[in-house]
């Protein structure tokens, strides 16, 4: 019966290393980048949306990160205008196995192409 607890225990203490190293993935690998918006939409799911954005030839989100006090989300993707050209904060790391994008943090706009 002790292996079975000892098995159970290792499984959830993987799980939530798992769980933990993926929340933090959003604010690792802070870059800034210079790229010409393409598009921009809303992807929505069944409780949740999320702002995406075409740069040149990569797609990039835009999210709120808690731990890093950015609540501003709307506000960066409204101000993000189709044809212009901006300096990019991110952070974060493309997975494509997991769908998940880099994180435009903050913006500046510098022209169009």
Known sequence: M????????????????????????????????????????????SSDSEYLVSCDDTVYKISDLMFKGKFNSSDIYARLEIGKRYKMKITGYRLPYFSEYQNINEIEEIGDK
């Open 2 to 45: 002790k292996t079975g607890y000892t098995v159970l225990g290792i499984g959830i203490i993987a799980l939530l290393i798992l769980l933990s190293c993926t929340a933090c993935v959003g604010y690792m690998n802070e870059q800034t980048i210079e790229c010409t918006v393409k598009d921009k939409w809303v992807k929505n799911y």
